[in-house]
């Protein structure tokens, strides 16, 4: 089974830019589509963007689209989230997740433990 670290998180300002990385551990993620969620305080947790195994296709939440850039180096075991651009509406908890069976939103059963986003105004 695959384990998760998330980090890169932290405090920016609005327009700043922040890298997240998730380091995989346990198993290569190869062969898991890869994904990030984000959980803002008082809200339920929503998908941000994914990146698929082997053939690397990507999609994006409408809010990401256009800053955010996730990305994987499967020699270093580990994802990328590029987030350029950021404004008080990207605070949240980011999560790093993997799925085997597939890239849909419900799909993603292996979870890291979050790295907390602040942007400030």
């Known amino acids: 089974q695959v384990q998760l670290v998330e980090s890169g998180g932290g405090l920016v300002q609005a327009g700043g830019s922040l890298r997240l990385s998730c380091a995989a551990s346990?198993?290569?993620?190869?062969?898991?589509?890869m994904g990030w969620f984000r959980q803002a305080p008082g809200k339920e947790r929503e998908f941000v963007a994914a990146?698929?195994?082997?053939?690397?296709?990507?999609k994006y939440a409408d809010s990401a689209k256009g800053r955010f850039a996730i990305s994987r180096d499967d020699a270093k075991n580990t994802v990328y989230l590029q987030m350029n651009d950021l404004n008080p509406e990207d605070t949240a908890v980011y999560y790093c997740?993997?799925?085997?069976?597939?890239?849909?939103?419900?799909?993603?059963?292996?979870w890291g433990q979050g790295t907390q986003v602040t942007v400030s105004s």
């Open positions: 990146i698929t195994a082997y053939n690397g296709r990507t």
């Open positions: 346990g198993r290569s993620i190869i062969n898991y589509h």
């Open positions: 997740a993997g799925a085997l069976t597939g890239w849909g939103t419900d799909e993603f059963g292996y």
